[in-house]
């Protein structure tokens, strides 16, 4: 119900333009004929009020210089030769011209490409014809006033249609780049999602398997210090399991059966190797890598330790690709049994490209993981030691209590 109206609004206002510029142009030439502003005697013995007949000729043209462009220019041509052998009106040349540079930006794009160049073989025959026939070097102003008719509005169109149509395909591909980095964006949230779900899977299984052991131990020896301590394990494993499901409950996605043996959950204790690796990758003795490790001797949840390390992991990758020569600092700090806090920078230069292509997903699958654990992230320049440097920090809840 609601669709039409717009288009017809839209309709209606160009009608009415283009009935304007009709109505302005034969008012202005009915009000110079009246004054006696015209052109010389008629030609060939041709009637005057013949001027006045091609003056509303044009005018009527101009009501299709927008619909039918090509028909409007071929009445108006014809109309502007009439003129020019009864009079002359300079209301219904200026009208041709508006013709001319409609003709050229609304046609087809084949009449915008020939319409120019029709126009500059038409001055040229009109110039040569006045000379060959006057003999004088005024007969060079016909060619010029024809430039003025035809070859100045026709250009004007293609500039003008030339900008619009650059205008339309710059927001056509605006609009198919938004479209595709939405989707990269839910297809890297899906992903990392699906990957979350089946590494906490895999941390789950393991405690429920000690649990399993150390029950089957308890029930079996017969002694109590070996039976206790054996219960305290089992405590143990049972509260991380738990914290785990609960994480994994909000992540859990379909089991693929087909997917193939799940790889080992990686650590905090292997960003050396990361870090090797990152140095390796860049290739350039400009850079430099840093480990700063202040996370003291309590040992971290899994899903944490998992997550910090696919933030320095994803972290490093982007300062491989898009950080400028200089520094590059990995810290893990944490007081007490307060969160642990993940912070990586990396020089941050004045127009420094990537070094390799990359769809930005990554950021995306960090803000997951952290916003999943319950914890906060940002990434963005921030300033350092009087320079600004690209800052990704991560806080992340480390007691499980307080785990989401």
Known sequence: MHGPIPQLSLVRRLGRDEALIAAGGLLCGLVLWSLGLHGGPPLFGLPAWLTLGSLTVMAGAELL???????????GTGALAVDLSTGTLIATIVMYTDLVYAGVLYGRPAAARRIPRACE???LVATLLALALMRRPEGLMIGFVMAA???????????????RDAAESARLAAERTALLAELDRREAVGAERARMARELHDMVAGHLSAIAIHSTAALSIGEEAASREALGVIRENSVQGLAEMRRLIEVLRRADENSGEPAATPTLDGLDALLTHARAAVRDSRFSFALRDERGPDPLPAPVELAAYRIVQE????AVKHAAPGEVTVALRRAGPGPLTVRVTSALGEGVGPRAPGAGAGL???????????GRLTAGPAPEGGTKVWEVRAHLPVDSEELP
């Open 65 to 75: 210089r927008r619909r039918a462009p090509l028909t409007a220019l071929a009445i």
């Open 121 to 123: 073989i038409a001055t």
């Open 149 to 163: 008719i035809t070859i100045a509005p026709a250009w004007t169109g293609v500039s003008v249609r030339t900008h």
């Open 315 to 318: 972290s490093l990758t982007n």
């Open 364 to 374: 995306v699958g960090m803000r997951e993981r952290v916003a999943l654990l319950g």
